[in-house]
């Protein structure tokens, strides 16, 4: 679910508790349609890579002053900022000069990233809303006021079937939700998907995906030996023997039917460095993350290496035995760290809260 969907399921929810609110908001067509009112279009904004973020720095630039405006004229009981923090920790420091609280849901990805933002955060924020068990601890570690919510992701699993009728030959890539991503890790889990298919002739693979409109790229680049499932994401999840997947949200839905899988992130050698320097965790995939351990294998930032090695790791996982049967055994506790429907409500009743008691 994007921003936009995490925004209306606490506008909703919000809204059942106390009617009489009034909502300003940047967002889209579905944003207004849900009750806000929105005074600028941030939907399809999301910026990854520094020549996109150049390119659309005078968009940002008129965000920053409709949003000091409204600040000014409007003067709002609290701003509620969701996600993207290159843009929010900025919105965050203007509401502070004007003393106005602020509630900032979905926390950062400053301990794995940016540990050094949370001064920032510390000095800005008034509460941060965690998704992640872990988040939580570690910020209130450094300082800022942090609530454990729950992953809004449990609420769009909570009437999604779990696995059923698995496929014993069944294989599901997951090269990730924009185009950019499936560009660089389709490709390499084709390949994956090939080599494992020499050891074992009967497996066949399925590419994953919640956009029908990326079906021909999909297709493009899986060719003729995979299927392609766009806009049907979990029926292939639900019967899958076992997952390839970029690491990113869609590894937690892996997670809610317990299917063992091998994630894996390409990007270019340069990128590869870089993102290793500043990453500040033992692991990059969420589901370890939770754990604090590998659970999952993870092969993230090794440019195009390490084919074979994921190979070998994934062929572990699939015949039944223990390492199989552990994989799902450790998935479970996962998904029961996680998976527990209702966080737009417990958000909800956060906000309500710091209304009351700025």
């Known amino acids: 679910m994007s921003a936009e969907g995490h925004a209306i399921r606490l506008l909703q929810e919000t809204n059942a508790r106390r009617a009489n609110l009034r909502w300003i908001g940047f967002g889209g067509e579905r944003l207004r349609a849900a009750g806000c009112d929105v005074r600028f279009d941030l939907v399809g904004l999301g910026l990854i890579g520094f020549t996109v973020v150049f390119w659309a720095i005078p968009r940002l630039l008129r965000v920053v002053a409709t949003f000091d405006r409204i600040l000014r004229k409007e003067k709002p ?31 950062p990805q400053v301990w794995g990233w940016a540990p050094w933002r949370v001064r920032r955060m510390r000095r800005d924020l008034s509460r941060v809303l965690c998704i992640l068990p872990f988040e939580a601890p570690w910020f209130q570690k450094h300082g800022v006021p942090a609530t454990h919510v729950g992953h809004p992701l449990a609420d769009a699993l ?18 990730g939700s924009r185009r950019k991503e499936i560009r660089a890790n389709l490709p390499s889990q084709v390949r994956i998907f090939e080599r494992l298919r020499a050891q074992h002739p009967k497996l066949h693979a399925v590419v ?36 390839l997947a ?36 033992p692991w990059f995939a969420s589901i370890n993350l939770i754990a604090n351990r590998e659970v999952v294998p993870e092969f993230c930032f090794d440019g195009d290496g390490s084919e074979e090695a994921i190979a070998a790791r ?3 996982l699939l015949p039944e035995g ?12 996962v998904r029961e760290a996680f998976d527990a429907p209702g966080t737009a409500a417990r958000a909800a009743t956060a906000l309500l809260e710091a209304l009351r008691h700025p």
Not at 80 to 93: C, F, K, S, T
Not at 246 to 270: D, F, Q
Not at 327 to 332: I, N, V
């Open 322 to 333: 223990s390492e199989r049967e552990g994989s799902k055994r450790d998935l479970e506790a």
């Open 246 to 281: 970029k690491s990113g949200t869609g590894i937690l839905e892996v997670t809610h039917h317990a299917v063992p899988l091998v994630v894996l992130y390409r990007v270019r050698r340069p990128l590869a460095s870089l993102a290793r320097y500043f990453l500040c965790t």
């Open 314 to 316: 994934a062929a572990a």
């Open 158 to 175: 909570e009437k999604v079937p779990r696995s059923r009728a698995p496929d014993p030959d069944l294989l599901v890539l997951l090269p």
């Open 77 to 107: 009981a609290l701003v509620v900022l969701l996600d993207y923090p290159g843009l929010h920790l900025l919105l965050a420091r203007l509401a502070r000069r004007r003393r106005i609280p602020v509630l900032y849901y979905i926390a």
């Open 208 to 243: 994953a995906h919640t956009r029908a409109d990326f079906g021909p790229l999909l297709k493009e680049l899986a060719g003729p030996g995979v299927e392609v499932s766009a806009r049907d994401f979990h029926g292939p999840l639900s019967r899958a023997r076992l997952v």
